[in-house]
């Protein structure tokens, strides 16, 4: 394997876990390897599939994240990419070299940008979807950021490693991101905002169940587990042309259930890309609510987006 691929294992310890045992990992030669001899190779596009077991959504096939790559690429997003950047050189705790997660990394997106404009921090991404995980670590040529396919629930990381976790569009437990940030250490939580895709949420109206759209009750459950920094609203709106509009119906959850084809998207000519930016610091008693077993899932429709 290219050594430059490599390279961003060597200190693993400092960050990885074994998932099934919880011992620290090693490199040892192209793979991660715990004391109980737990193995698990990297992957010749530079990742570690550190969940071997889990099950892929069925909603998340190599072509929407074709579709996902497309509209990300075309510049959709980058108002949003702005904020998240802004977010963390903002309020990320001061440190010479910063750990960032991206919890539900994706396409790597995100994570590519944060390394990018910050070239000494270490960024550990992760998705549970192998193929996304494939495709972001194919793509990133930094050859920096860890790669990682990881159980959400039972992140194998080790306790208060990192000083910023990132949660765009992704579903969140509340209490393995307060176990492995550090105290003081800052999410960036990135929800859609109540005006994102409305035209196409229009159009498809008569096959969803909600045509309206709030993101109150995950605002709210943010603000209950970390003290909120700030929250901003980052709303443009394109105009988008058709193959594009096409792209974005077929990626986007809110018509994973609707039949797109029986859909005129040819009445689409623009489309509104807005999401709400929240930053929140971890509280200094969130890991003895992790000792004592409280956690909380929290996935409520529309949560997992773009
Ligand atoms: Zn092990």
Redesign the pocket.
């Known amino acids: 394997m290219n050594p430059a691929r490599l390279a961003r294992f060597h200190d693993c310890p400092r960050y990885f876990i074994?998932p099934?045992?919880?011992?620290e990992l090693n490199l040892a030669g192209t793979s991660l390897r715990?004391p109980?001899r737990?193995t698990f190779d990297i992957a010749k596009q530079g990742y570690v599939n550190l969940a071997p077991a889990a099950k892929q959504s069925q909603f998340y096939s190599k072509e929407s994240f074709a579709n996902r790559g497309r509209i990300l690429n075309a510049g959709y997003y980058s108002h949003i990419a702005s904020a998240v950047l802004a977010a963390v050189r903002t309020h990320c705790p001061a440190n010479p070299r910063p750990a960032v997660l991206d919890a539900g990394c994706g396409e790597g997106f995100y994570a590519r940008a944060v390394q990018q404009a910050n070239p000494q921090a270490d960024v550990l991404a992760f998705d549970i979807s192998k193929d996304s995980v494939q495709q972001a670590a194919r793509e990133d040529t930094s050859l920096a950021v860890r790669w990682f396919v990881g159980n959400l629930a039972d992140l194998p990381l080790r306790d208060a490693a990192v000083d910023c976790i990132l949660d765009v569009f992704s579903p969140v437990h509340y209490g393995e991101f307060g176990r492995v940030l550090r105290p003081g250490g800052i999410v960036v939580k990135v929800v859609p905002g109540a005006r994102h895709d409305e035209q196409l949420r229009e159009l498809a109206s008569a096959h969803l169940r909600h045509t309206d759209y709030s993101n109150e009750q995950m605002v709210d459950q943010f603000a209950r587990h970390f003290d909120v920094l700030d929250t901003r609203l980052v709303s443009q709106t394109f105009a988008m042309p058709p193959d594009d509009v096409r792209a974005f119906a077929h990626m986007t959850p809110l018509l994973f259930n609707v039949d797109i084809d029986a859909l005129d998207l040819g009445q689409i000519h623009e489309l509104t890309v807005e999401a709400q930016v929240l930053v929140g610091r971890n509280r200094a008693d969130s890991t003895c609510a992790q000792q004592h077993g409280v956690a909380h899932v929290v996935a409520h429709e529309g949560e997992v987006e773009a």
Request: proline share 0%.
């Open positions: 074994c099934l045992c919880h011992a715990c109980n737990h």
